[in-house]
């Protein structure tokens, strides 16, 4: 088999199988009767799903910034508020406005029902609650979500993370070290001389070489890396418990490895090669997530500068 029909056969698999998300599903519960909240937590968890439940609906922004849910399970009736009024804050707030909402509620009256759907929420459970239905429900909306954040966040092409997505994740990784001290790199990496290969074999072909990029990223990094597609055929990738030399070290092998496939054209063999900048927080203790980002940038330059095919650390 043609060694191009391999990284296109390996980055349609990779992509396909990227789909599944297999972190268990994760559900707060808003319940002020303890004991229903209880149950519905014992169930969703003998399900495989990490719960959290909220007894104070007047800490809800706090706790579910903290847990992240999935999706939200509460009574219709809550102490001084009322589920649908807590639903339609949500839907206010960017971040939380496509969170599913199911309402737990012994409420028959359809026309209050209605209204609290037209404020915010997807569904009704009534009490006492169906212990297949509760898990099937929060299973299939808590797999619509992560479909549809799959495509939202997802580059196409490599299926890494697009442009505003890793730039989030570097911001998340930055933050994150300012409360627990931890060490991580950041690398930008750019494909040499790419206008080239667009020019000669055409944007079809650049494309594959670009997934193909992709493929080699995440077969050559952690889980717990983050890989992005910053644009074009640039790269970023954030890098936990990972210093600048390990970084370095790690992305000359991706370089070396990228080098050796031989891509094929119009019965003609051709290779590619990259070009990287790193930088670790370690080096550069007070600055932004963005101002590493740019010395791992400025790194890229100086590795373009040197003659491409090479991987170079920022300097202090
Ligand atoms: N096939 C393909 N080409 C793209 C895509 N996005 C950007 N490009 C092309 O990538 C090329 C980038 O070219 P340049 O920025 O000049 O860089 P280069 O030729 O790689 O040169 P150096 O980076 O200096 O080594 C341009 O020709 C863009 O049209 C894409 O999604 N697919």
Redesign the pocket.
């Known amino acids: 088999m043609k060694p191009l029909d391999m990284i296109k056969l390996a980055s349609k698999t990779t992509l396909i199988l990227g789909c599944e998300n297999t972190q268990p599903e994760r559900v707060m519960i808003i319940e002020d009767d303890k004991a229903l909240a209880a149950h519905c937590q014992t169930v969703l968890e003998t399900a495989g799903m990490k719960v959290a439940t909220l007894d104070k609906p007047e800490h809800l922004f706090e706790s579910i910034s903290e847990f992240n849910p999935e999706l939200v399970l509460m009574d219709l009736c809550l102490p001084n508020v009322t589920g649908a009024e807590l639903a339609a804050l949500l839907t206010q707030t960017e971040r939380w406005a496509q969170l599913p909402v199911i309402y737990l509620s012994g409420e028959s009256s359809s026309a209050l029902r209605n209204q609290a759907l037209l404020r915010g929420g997807d569904a009704f459970l009534e009490k006492p609650v169906d212990k297949k239905l509760l898990v099937s429900l929060c299973q299939a909306r808590i797999r619509r979500l992560r479909e549809l954040d799959r495509t939202r966040n997802l580059d196409s092409?490599t299926g890494l993370l697009k442009h505003g997505s890793i730039k989030e994740a570097l911001q998340m990784q930055w933050q994150l070290t300012q409360r627990r001290p931890q060490i991580f790199s950041v690398v930008m990496l750019?494909?040499?001389?790419?206008?080239?290969?667009?020019?000669t074999y055409g944007?079809?072909?650049?494309?594959l070489?670009?997934a193909a990029v992709g493929t080699l990223l995440r077969q050559h990094f952690r889980t717990t890396d983050t890989l992005g597609r910053y644009?074009?055929?640039e790269f970023t990738l954030v890098l936990p418990d990972c210093d600048v030399s390990q970084a370095e070290q790690q992305v000359n092998r991706l370089r070396e490895d990228f080098g050796a496939i031989k891509f094929r054209a119009d019965s003609k063999a051709f290779s590619c090669t990259i070009?990287a900048g790193v930088a670790d927080n370690k080096q550069f203790l007070t600055d932004s997530a963005d101002e590493l980002l740019n010395r791992a940038d400025k790194a890229l330059y100086d590795a373009?500068d040197g003659g491409?095919n090479r991987v170079v650390s920022a300097k202090l």
């Open positions: 092409l750019d494909i040499d001389h790419f206008k080239a290969v667009n020019d944007h079809a072909v650049g494309d070489v670009i644009g074009g055929e070009s373009k491409r």
